[in-house]
Nanobody, 125 residues
Framework: QVQLVESGGGLVQAGGSLRLSCAASGRTFSNYAMGWFRQAPGKEREFVAA????????YYVDSVKGRFTISRDNAKNTVYLQMNSLKPEDTAVYYCATHSRPWRNSRLRDEYDYWGQGTQVTVSS
């Protein structure tokens, strides 16, 4: 059984920083890409960032490039999302997810099969 548990969300002022963590279990972690997605009220869940199993390949949505950094520690089965220069439009519930197939990496939500419960990020202006 794959389990993903996010932590690190909270309330921050615009311009501030947060680091999200996602601890994974139940799958050979280093074989699978991990992604971060977010969902704001009334909007669809959207891709934010993804990282390959080895950590050598990353993708970002344009709106967070230069501000967010995805990384992973395969020894700890954990993926991180460092978020700097936060903006009110970054407010959303953030979810981590694991890709459904080993040795792949993708921005596509439908290619991820297990999801965490989500962690709220609120950025005040």
């Amino acid at each position: 059984q794959v389990q993903l548990v996010e932590s690190g969300g909270g309330l921050v002022q615009a311009g501030g920083s947060l680091r999200l963590s996602c601890a994974a279990s139940g799958r050979t972690f280093s074989n699978y890409a991990m992604g971060w997605f977010r969902q704001a009220p009334g909007k669809e869940r959207e891709f934010v960032a993804a990282i390959s199993g080895s950590g050598t390949s990353t993708y970002y949505v344009d709106s967070v490039k230069g501000r967010f950094t995805i990384s992973r520690d395969n020894a700890k089965n954990t993926v991180y999302l460092q978020m700097n220069s936060l903006k009110p439009e970054d407010t959303a519930v953030y979810y981590c997810a694991t890709h459904s197939r080993p040795w792949r990496n993708s921005r596509l939500r439908d290619e991820y099969d297990y999801w965490g419960q989500g962690t709220q990020v609120t950025v005040s202006s």
